[in-house]
């Protein structure tokens, strides 16, 4: 069965870096694109980033320039990499496939 598991969350002080990472099983990953979501309290669920499975990336205006998504098909995993964070960053991050959806990362961003 379909399996994503996000890890690579936690807290940063404003202006820090860190680096998602989710962990697929379960379909063949090379051939699917894969997003990444946030849902913040309170907030609606957003969708941060897309890569096709020919990389082709994609970005919501709220992190363009600071947030880049990759994939390594050799390890099924898909990355989130977030630079330049901001309080406002600060939700659950899931990783997902279509209908399916990760455990979810709490990134929390406060000094």
């Known amino acids: 069965q379909v399996q994503l598991v996000e890890s690579g969350g936690g807290l940063v002080q404003p202006g820090g870096s860190l680096r998602l990472s989710c962990a697929a099983s379960g379909f063949i990953f090379s051939i699917y694109a894969m997003d990444w979501y946030r849902q913040a309290p309170g907030k609606r669920r957003e969708l941060v980033a897309t890569?096709?499975?020919?990389?082709?990336?994609n970005y919501a205006d709220s992190v363009k320039g600071r947030f880049t998504i990759s994939r390594d098909n050799a390890k099924n995993t898909v990355y989130l990499q977030m630079n330049s964070l901001k309080p406002e960053d600060t939700a659950v991050y899931y990783c997902?496939?279509?209908?399916?959806w990760g455990q979810g990362t709490q990134v929390t961003v406060s000094s």
């Open positions: 890569i096709t499975n020919g990389g082709i990336t």
């Open positions: 997902t496939k279509g209908n399916y």
